[in-house]
């Protein structure tokens, strides 16, 4: 048999099993960290920063996120999208060991969000969730919201409306 065979054979295998670990297969976690930041001109600002020694806000934005920075309004992002070329939100995941080893994901990742699920989690909650199938490092939507580990499921109701929306 030609090595070209063989290749032909188990490459589309191996990327179809990628496929299949994100969409099969939920994540679960515990969020460790929130940031939320800015781009203008190429260059990152955090400018909330969530985690277990508390909440940083950017010395600039405290006036407009003083009072709640860990949930971001969608006035509060329209008025900073005028400031930034762009805006991301992020939630760290330190990821909860799993029977399906060969497919999950371990360690702590940094995961892009929306700005609903960055404001509908907290640091310390447990989440289930699915990323995105073209970005791994995406999620794009939640299964599972629990205060714990114990009660963590793979799917159960999550409390926040339009969990894609911006």
């Given amino acids: 048999m030609k090595r070209r065979t063989v290749l032909a054979g188990v490459l589309p295998f191996l990327q179809g099993t990628r496929w299949l670990d994100r969409l099969l297969l939920v994540n679960q976690g515990e969020i460790v960290q929130k940031r939320f930041v800015g781009i203008a001109g190429g260059e990152t600002t955090e400018i909330v920063v969530v985690d277990d020694d508390g909440t940083t806000v950017s010395s600039e934005h405290k006036g ?8 971001i ?3 509060d992002a329209t008025s900073l999208r005028e400031t930034y070329d762009a805006i991301q939100f992020h939630v760290t995941v330190n990821h ?7 497919f999950s994901r371990t360690g702590t990742v940094d995961y892009r969000t929306s700005r609903a699920l960055y404001s509908g989690t907290a640091v310390g909650d447990h989440i289930s969730f699915q990323t995105s199938l073209l970005n791994g ?3 794009i939507s939640l299964s599972c919201l ?3 580990r114990e009660s963590l499921q793979r799917r159960c109701r999550v409390g926040i409306d339009d969990p894609t929306g911006e």
């Avoid at 407009?64 to 949930?71: A, F, H, K, T, V």
């Avoid at 909860?96 to 060969?102: A, G, N, Q, V």
Wanted: charged share 20%; net charge negative.
């Fill in 96 to 102: 909860h060991s799993s029977s399906l080893e060969l």
């Fill in 146 to 148: 629990a205060s714990d």
């Fill in 137 to 139: 490092d995406t999620i």
């Fill in 64 to 71: 407009l996120l003083g009072q709640s920075p860990e949930e």
């Fill in 73 to 75: 309004s969608p006035a």
